[in-house]
């Protein structure tokens, strides 16, 4: 199974501050890798896919790039509803579709 | 309004089963792959289970095979998970989840939609 390796596994920044997440698959995954967010209490959405498709919901100063096996997640200028927790996730080939464990982003 | 609503959580005992249900609405069920996905309580998230537009190409997280069971009626516009010999570290929040896109499950683009859950407790 394809193992998603997530860092930092926390992270504590200001408003306006630029952000990146970078995720680590144990083995090539091309561009089969998904980024989702996640608000507590809430159900999660996916933010980007294939590596650094925007959903049409998402801001564009968030950014995805990569290939093979290191990804990053990049928010260019923080806002206050972006702090929340992201996960990668890999959906390469056949199952299982691991995720990553999370980053929580916190309010410096 | 694309909709996804779970149901048949609660909970069970170790070694019981349950069945839980996702009702979809507001799009073509069966032109899409779905998946459930859980996450514990103060976890993050674990992919469970996906499976085809057709239901012929199904797939299982390590975890579960061979206890858990997915399918669909693409008639109802449902999916279904069938959970048996339930052990406490099955204990989530079960989330229902569409494909972003596509019929298949292979080398598929995220899930795109998703429901609020319903929560599985096994305990004695």
């Known amino acids: 199974d394809i193992q998603m390796t997530q860092s930092p596994s926390s992270l504590s920044a200001s408003v306006g501050d630029r952000v990146t997440i970078t995720c680590r698959a144990s083995?090539?995954?091309?561009?089969?890798l998904n980024w989702y967010q996640q608000k507590p209490g809430k159900a999660p959405k996916l933010l980007i896919y294939v590596a650094s498709t925007l959903q049409s919901w998402v801001p564009s100063r968030f950014s995805g790039s990569g290939s093979g096996t290191d990804f990053t997640l990049t928010i260019s200028s923080l806002q206050p509803e972006d702090f929340a927790t992201y996960y990668c996730q890999q959906s390469y080939s056949t199952p299982p579709y691991t995720f990553g464990q999370g980053t929580k982003l916190e309010i410096k | 309004e694309v909709q996804l609503v779970e149901s048949g959580g609660g909970l069970v005992q170790p070694g019981r089963s349950l069945r839980l249900s996702c009702a979809a609405s507001?799009?073509?069920?069966?032109?899409?792959?779905m998946h459930w996905v859980r996450q514990a309580p103060g976890r993050g998230l674990e992919w469970v289970s996906g499976?085809?537009?057709?239901?012929?190409?199904?797939g299982y997280a390590d975890s579960v095979k061979g206890r858990f069971t997915i399918s669909r009626d693409n008639a109802e516009s449902s999916l279904y998970l069938q959970m048996n010999s339930l052990r406490a570290e099955d204990t989530a929040l079960y989330y229902c989840?569409?494909?972003?896109?596509?019929?298949?499950?292979?080398?598929?683009?995220?899930?795109?939609?998703w429901g609020q859950g319903t929560t599985v407790t096994v305990s004695s």
């Open positions: 499976i085809s537009f057709n239901s012929e190409a199904i």
């Open positions: 083995q090539s995954i091309s561009n089969f």
């Open positions: 989840a569409r494909a972003v896109a596509g019929t298949g499950l292979y080398y598929n683009y995220g899930m795109g939609v």
């Open positions: 507001g799009f073509t069920f069966d032109d899409y792959a």
